[in-house]
């Protein structure tokens, strides 16, 4: 079996988020096997080769606010993509409590 790498494991966890859901980036470091990864889960969601199938919209960081660099479009395009889906923001942040994905 082929060993997966950094990217790959984060990815794989990715498309797990559900629909109407997010995610935290320290949230996909963690399932992908290392707490220490967040600035790495950036990085290959911003190197994201599929995004229309690994739903980088869905991660935003610790405190709910999506990426101000968010590669596919901007910010405003990444608020976009999470409303379509039922995500409410307020004042740039989605509730947590009430929208993160319980990573099962």
């Known amino acids: 079996m082929k060993k997966q790498n950094t990217f790959e494991r984060i990815y794989a966890v ?13 949230q996909i470091a963690r399932l ?33 606010e999506v990426s101000r660099a968010f590669a596919f479009g901007g910010e405003n395009a990444q608020i976009h993509l999470l409303e379509a889906e039922g995500i409410k923001l307020i004042d740039g942040k989605v509730d947590l409590d009430k929208y993160l994905w319980d990573g099962k």
């Open 14 to 26: 990715v498309r797990r988020i559900p629909y109407g859901r997010v995610a935290t980036y320290g």
């Open 32 to 64: 992908a096997g290392n707490p220490h990864w967040s600035q790495v889960v950036g990085y290959a969601l911003h190197v994201n080769p599929d995004p229309e199938n690994i739903k980088c919209y869905r991660v935003v960081n610790r405190f709910g």
